[in-house]
């Protein structure tokens, strides 16, 4: 039986998290040292949001972003983006908007969400203030509901956050999938649930 699944991609500076994020979500572990550089990865779950079921594919970019060689691949067909950044390192803030503009080059209909991740770390060491995103959801057009604070170390906010992912993008993209329109990824049936061969 194929199953329509939404394609959410992570972008971002090196070492704000998108690894272990995508570690988070797939195994739900945390390795202090993953080697996140072995090519791009990706993983389809099924996240009920007490409503309904939704399956998201979440794409880790595999460290290609180091050598600038994240390709039209990652962003094609993309449903969600999920720009990523560190709250104990503002800078990282400041490259996403050149991140959403590359993604929006391959993905005309992505939805896109603000994650703060690392909120594990000490008060003293948050460089990012809840009012510098609200000025930044203003400023780049992300509703401020699609901006979420998460630690992939911890676990904290994490399944909250995919659960609003997966209702805004079944409530956004509904056409999408259910009518055949845009990009249609399909699950392959016969595949390990979690790992499954999505997104192609
Ligand atoms: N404290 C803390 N460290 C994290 C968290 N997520 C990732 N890290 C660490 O940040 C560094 C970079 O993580 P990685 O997932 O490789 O980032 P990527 O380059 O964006 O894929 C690693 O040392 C991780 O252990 C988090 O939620 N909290
Ligand atoms: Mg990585």
Request: contains cysteine.
């Amino acid at each position: 039986m194929a199953e329509a699944v939404y394609k959410v991609v992570l972008v971002g500076e090196l070492g704000v998290g998108k690894s272990s994020i995508f570690m988070r979500y797939r195994d739900n572990i945390f390795h202090d040292n993953y080697d996140g550089t072995k090519g791009m990865d990706h993983a389809t779950k099924v996240i009920d949001t007490g409503k309904e079921k939704v399956s998201i594919c979440l794409w880790d970019t595999g460290g290609m972003e180091k050598a600038g060689t994240l390709t039209s691949n990652h962003y094609k067909g993309a449903h969600g983006v999920l720009l990523t950044y560190a709250v104990n390192e503002i800078s990282s803030l400041g490259t996403l908007p050149s991140w959403k503009e590359n993604a929006s080059r391959y993905s005309k209909e992505a939805t896109y969400f603000l994650v703060g991740n690392k909120i594990d770390v000490g008060d003293y060491e948050k460089e990012v203030k809840e009012s510098t995103i609200s000025g930044f959801c203003q400023k780049h057009s992300i509703p401020f509901d699609n901006a979420f604070y998460i630690s992939a170390k911890t676990d904290d906010g994490f399944k909250d956050m995919f659960k609003s992912i997966a209702k805004i993008l079944k409530k956004s993209h509904i056409g999408q999938t259910e009518q055949n329109k845009g990009f249609r990824i399909v699950l392959d049936a016969t595949d390990n649930k979690d790992r499954s061969k999505c997104c192609h």
